[in-house]
């Protein structure tokens, strides 16, 4: 069990933006022994250019100039290496370089334009950090993230990134430049380093980051954010290219006509009306016999089963040039079904849908480049309504999908060749999905409630009532002295609090409690006899002057000051029960009056269901964003006690984010976690989230990626 509040969250957050200097030094170091290298490799490089440089030229005069600067970059080369070096350890220790200096005179007004010199320096390093960047990709996006994560900031500019290209190269220029060498020279000798460096930078990156993952620094780092609110789109021409790339493969010559769409040129058979029709028809006696798709939860068969099926439309339009756009649907459809987050339910569903998609992509020419398109909503928009069932489980009697499989049953007897059916069918499917959403509302409806009493119970609730509870839990005192603290304490504590809130009177009546409970502890008097001889007198006044606000008389107040003294007299005298056993019932009531101090400072921390884990600070403001961006709705895989993995929605976040409720698609309340929780249950992949851009689409864009571009650009 634990817990969680707003106000620890913004307390967390503050601790977490802590600078992991550790591991910021251990990559330092690591920096300062790559430098050495390169420079080593670049001024062998640099010599041998300038060299050649000076050799191959007819002109003497060049030659001549060229041998010159080649003379002061050998006498000179020490000196710079030096310079370089100790530039980048001030650097890497937050020091100013000479390379700072230089910037901060180029950022300084000036209202005359930028020189020719001042140009082109700036654009050898913006090209040189701009090629790190791009060449580096993921690695790079990764190590921005943890160098975040490590330096505590949730945004940092490219100049502020620990290790970046940019600063290291505006070093390494800004002493070459100290060459007697013209600029162009030094500008060419800078392109030398950047050829060098380049390849060792990405190698540091990528080392970098798998060390940090081993250093349990952002181990389970998504660069790609599961939400995404667009798509890139592709013209009609990438899937002409794409199609006709394919078609060629399986023998057909190409010219300019696009799949699915009206086209001249080429060798391939074009598809006249005549052709069409009886394609369509040939194609349409197949989809007949989707209905004999092999069970949900035997993958294997069904992949085999709509490969083979995807083959007899592939011979039915052999020769053609829909041969490409057949091989284009069927290895979108290969990509859905080695989709993880499918279940198998829905898998079959959608393999089933196959031949009428591919019948609607030779039909429409839209069908590829219109993310509207009815039978790309409906394909999309059944497979989102599932996102809640389990990839493995076994779905009985459930509406959505007994209402989806009528769906796609009517689509494989009625589809022929008019693709309006699309429009009913997905106006049909929105009313199945409203129904569903609207039973499976009352399921959540009921959690939502429930957690929302518990909130606002807790948000009234009676501090001092709890304060007390914890402090007397496990505590064996007399009948009269407990029910003293248990009932008119109480009450005090309770008037103070209602009356001025957490005022000076409501912590220090919480303190009298405390130490009055502290002092009756057996062993005490023996392991802390100064500090009880001490307190004791002024505690016992401030008991006095509590009593006699609670409206006991001054016989009632001797009586039960009397009565303390009497219990404080028994243990006197050296313990006849064991001193450890009386030690570790100290220790005991110690952990609890830490608890109870803390309701005296600030309420209590709603309660959550969750398992306790150790918090690393070194990655959690990475997390604790991406928890403070979720919304309701969003789903997530879940990690069982069993190391198995169940759906669940993110259906309720109560109190602004003091508890994250998860149910699963049949409306059940299946996890909750505090923020701070949830944070690390993301890090440890024990809480994935579910991408939520439609699966159509998704498959498309993946598809065309992986076909590659450089065909299309061609």
């Known amino acids: 069990m634990s817990s969680a509040t707003v106000t620890q969250i913004g307390k967390h957050r503050k601790n977490s933006r802590k600078i992991d200097t550790v591991r910021l030094g251990a990559l330092a170091n690591r920096f300062k022994n790559f430098v050495p290298v390169v420079l080593d490799s670049f001024f062998i490089e640099a010599d041998d250019f300038l060299f050649k440089m000076a050799d191959s030229t007819s002109n003497a005069f060049e030659s001549g100039q060229f041998f010159e600067q080649l003379r002061a970059l050998r006498l000179q080369k020490n000196d710079i290496r030096t310079a370089i070096i100790n530039n980048v350890d001030r650097w890497l220790n937050g020091d100013h370089t000479p ?7 180029e950022e300084k007004p000036n209202l005359s334009l930028l020189d020719d010199v001042a140009l082109e320096r700036t654009l050898a390093i913006d090209s040189f950090a701009a090629r790190t960047i791009e060449r580096s990709g993921n690695e790079w996006l990764a190590f921005h993230e943890r160098m975040l994560a490590l330096t505590g900031e949730k945004n940092l500019s490219r100049k502020d990134i620990p290790f970046n290209a940019e600063i290291f190269g505006e070093i390494v220029l800004t002493e070459l430049e100290t060459l007697e060498s013209k600029l162009s020279t030094v500008l060419m000798l800078f392109r030398k380093f950047d050829g060098i460096a380049l390849p060792k930078l990405l190698e540091f990156y990528q080392r970098s980051n798998v060390w940090l993952i081993e250093e ?19 013209d009609p021409k990438t899937f002409a290219t794409l199609g006709a790339s394919l078609a060629s493969a399986q023998g057909v010559s190409i010219g300019a006509a696009v799949p699915g769409m009206p086209g001249a040129g080429g060798n391939g058979v074009m598809v006249d009306a005549g052709l069409l029709s009886s ?9 007949a016999q989707t209905v004999a798709a092999p069970s949900a ?3 294997d068969a069904l992949k085999d089963w709509t490969a083979s099926q995807a083959k007899e439309v592939t011979r039915q339009t052999q020769g053609t040039l829909e041969a490409g756009t057949v091989s284009l649907v069927a290895m979108l459809f290969e990509y859905i079904l080695d989709d993880k987050n499918l279940s198998a339910h829905m898998k079959q569903l959608l393999a089933r849908m196959q031949i009428p998609i591919i019948k609607v992509a030779i039909l429409d020419k839209d069908f590829f480049t219109d993310t509207d398109h009815s039978a790309r909503l409906l394909l999309n928009r059944m497979a989102r309504s599932a996102t809640g069932w389990n990839p493995g489980a076994a779905i009985e009697n459930d509406m959505l999908l007994d209402g989806m499989e009528k769906i796609v049953s009517r689509l494989a007897h009625e589809f022929d060749d008019d693709v309006t059916v699309f429009d009913e069918l997905l106006t049909e499917f929105d009313q199945l999905l409203e129904g569903y959403e609207a039973e499976l509302s009352k399921q959540v409806e009921e959690v939502k409630a429930v957690e929302q009493q518990a ?6 609730q009676d501090r001092a009532r709890i304060f007390m509870d914890t402090l007397l839990a496990n505590e064996a005192l007399p009948d009269s002295l407990y029910k003293l603290l248990d009932v008119n304490w109480y009450q005090l504590m309770r008037s103070i609090f209602n009356s001025s809130g957490e005022s000076k009177g409501w912590k220090t009546s919480g303190r009298i409690a405390k130490e009055l409970v502290w002092s009756l502890q057996p062993s005490v008097q023996i392991t802390h006899r100064a500090r009880f001889e001490q307190l004791v007198p002024k505690l016992l006044e401030g008991f006095a002057n509590g009593l006699k ?29 064991s001193i450890w056993e009386a030690q570790e019932k100290l220790d005991r009531f110690e952990e609890a009056s830490k608890v109870a101090d803390a309701v005296i400072e600030e309420p209590a921390p709603l309660k959550v269901d969750e398992p306790v884990v150790q918090i690393k600070n070194a990655d959690l403001s990475y997390y604790m964003d991406q928890v403070e961006s979720l919304s309701e709705d969003q789903w997530f895989d879940i990690e069982q006690s069993d190391g198995s993995y169940e759906r669940g929605r993110l259906s309720c976040i109560v109190g602004a984010g003091s508890k994250y409720v998860f ?12 923020a701070i929780g949830l944070a690390m249950s993301m890090r440890n992949d024990q809480f994935r989230l579910i991408a939520e851009d439609p699966l159509f689409d998704r498959m498309i864009d993946t598809l065309v990626e992986d076909l590659g571009q450089d065909s299309v650009t061609q």
């Open 279 to 287: 394609m369509m028809a040939s194609i349409s006696q197949l989809q």
């Open 549 to 577: 606000a609670c409206r006991f008389s001054e016989a009632q107040i001797n009586s039960a000051l009397a009565e303390v003294k009497n219990y404080h007299a028994l243990y006197a005298q050296p313990l006849n029960e």
């Open 216 to 234: 349990g620094v952002l181990p389970n780092l998504n660069l790609h954010a599961p939400h995404k609110p667009s798509l890139p789109t592709h």
């Open 455 to 460: 909130f606002e119970a807790h948000q009234k």
């Open 99 to 105: 390379a700072d200096q230089a910037q901060a005179s």
């Open 297 to 299: 939860h035997n993958l």
């Open 663 to 674: 149910t699963n698609y049949a409306g059940e309340k299946i996890a909750e976690r505090s």
